[in-house]
């Protein structure tokens, strides 16, 4: 949900340590400076909306922004293709699309804010490169890449594919700029000044074990490639993108496919879970190759009235996976409204925090509530927890801590039966357990909060070599 979205709370508290210190640090990621966690500057630009308010909702209204401009651009740059019924329901597939919807419920995501940058250079690249001013070229490739470290190489292959389409040396400059400072963001910037012990955003793709050498790497990369949920990810993506796009070759195959690429390359199923935010960036240049492919399908078939009998098939596709599959619009709006107890949340967490909280105190919390203590500067998530991991060490695991949890863990007669949720590569799980078996015997309850459910703890210092 999105209230519950571990992202949404590490954006909410760097936003508001930006504000409120001058600094990207993030408790809930262990980072002092969030930007070697994930190069976004665009948070930044999240200061003024929250200011008017620091709630998950503002980052909704953002992202849901984002989209309504993606809308627009993709119907107006594309309007010479004709077929409005076909093109409107392209882009309502999009809409339907888990990526896009699960911006309501899964967490907000700055990867949404590149889309209307995206959907710009996608149209352009199939309208006509020329068409465009360098100025507005410049415009999108910056903004995307301000959204996520990531997508410099994606704005080097939409440069790329410009060059192979004009023949002009000067796209080929841009493009080779854009890999350059991927480079230099993903291979050296961000590893340098990490706090972590490792740039946990390599674990997506390959274990510790694996990166011993550039060849277990390679070979760890490709059995991800053919391994049965890539296929999954594509056949998905096919599904639900109408493969309007897919029935001929279009000059946008060139950055969907390197978008796709850091999916289908990923041995995580959290990469490959069509609600996350990791096929954003592949939706566009698919969508408006479907516009351009539905065109040309037209033409050939003439006695086929594709405007309006292909359209209202192809409205079915994205809608049965909205219907039936979780991550779809209905299945998030339905999650939303079947949590009765999410309206006292926020007054039973402030309670809390008022009888409870100071400054100084070490606070871990479940996933589902750190989005409400995003001002807290000492906040760990590891309760209910689906996510990145920030690992505790031993000394940390004894210090004094206050937990608030959805979970009554005095009352477990086996810590082992709580499901943390995830797979292992995102839960913390061992040191879930270990806390929980700590707030088992000598933890202190401080509280029951019956319309919410919330139950805190206290947990005491434990005496070294304990």
């Not at 709630?55 to 953002?62: A, E, G, I, W, Y």
């Not at 996608?122 to 415009?139: C, D, F, N």
């Not at 493009?175 to 230099?184: K, N, R």
């Not at 006292?344 to 479940?366: G, H, M, P, W, Y």
Request: aromatic letters at 10%.
């Amino acid at each position: 949900m999105l209230i519950d979205a571990f992202d949404t709370g590490i954006y909410l508290q760097v936003a508001h340590n930006l504000t409120a210190h001058g600094t990207f640090a993030s408790s809930l990621t262990g980072e002092s400076n969030f930007m070697a966690h994930h190069f976004q500057p665009v948070v930044a630009l999240l200061t003024a909306p929250l200011a008017l308010a620091y709630r998950p909702l503002t980052l909704l209204v953002l992202d849901a922004l984002a989209v309504a401009v993606t809308v627009v651009i993709l119907l107006r740059k594309n309007s010479a293709v004709g077929l409005p019924v076909v093109t409107s329901t392209i882009v309502l597939a999009m809409l339907f699309h888990p990526a896009i919807a699960g911006r309501i419920d899964h967490s907000f995501s700055p990867d949404a804010l590149a889309l209307p940058a995206f959907a710009w250079m996608a149209s352009s690249l199939e309208g006509g490169p020329s068409q465009s001013r360098i100025g507005s070229w410049m415009i999108a490739i910056v903004w995307a890449g301000i959204c996520k470290e990531t997508f410099w190489i994606i704005n080097g292959a939409v440069l790329l594919a410009v060059f192979l389409r004009t023949r002009r040396l000067g796209w080929l400059v841009g493009s080779a700029a854009c890999a350059v400072i991927f480079t230099l963001l993903f291979g050296w910037w961000m590893p340098a000044h990490t706090d972590l012990p490792a740039y946990y955003g390599l674990s997506y793709y390959f274990t510790p074990e694996e990166s011993q050498s550039l060849g277990s790497v390679l070979r760890a990369l490709l059995g991800n490639v053919f391994s049965s949920r890539s296929l999954v990810s594509c056949l998905t993506l096919v599904w639900m993108t109408l493969a309007l796009g897919f029935i001929r070759p279009r000059w946008t195959w060139i950055p969907a496919g390197v978008a796709l690429g850091f999916v289908v390359i990923a041995r995580s199923d959290l990469v490959h879970h069509p609600a996350n935010h990791y096929l954003l960036p592949v939706l566009p240049f698919l969508a408006v190759a479907a516009m351009h492919n539905a065109k040309t399908l037209a033409r050939r078939a003439s006695r086929w009235r594709i405007d309006h009998k292909y359209g209202m098939f192809m409205a079915l596709m994205p809608l049965a996976y909205t219907l039936f599959f979780s991550g779809g619009i209905i299945y998030s709006l339905a999650t939303i409204s079947g949590t009765p107890k999410r309206a006292f949340l926020r007054q039973d967490i402030a309670d809390f925090s008022k009888k409870f909280l100071s400054n100084e105190t070490s606070l871990i919390v479940d996933s589902s509530l750190q989005p409400a203590l995003f001002n807290h500067q000492d906040l760990t998530v590891l309760l209910n927890f689906s996510g990145n991991p920030r690992l505790l060490n031993s000394h940390e695991l004894n210090a004094a801590h206050t937990l608030l949890t959805t979970v009554e863990l005095k009352k477990l007669d086996d810590c082992h039966a709580v499901q943390v949720g995830g797979d292992e590569l995102h839960v913390n799980y061992d040191f879930f357990i270990k806390l929980c078996e700590r707030v088992k015997s000598d933890g202190e309850l401080l509280g029951v909060w019956e319309q919410s459910g919330l139950v805190g703890y206290r947990l005491a210092l434990r005496p070294a070599g304990s």
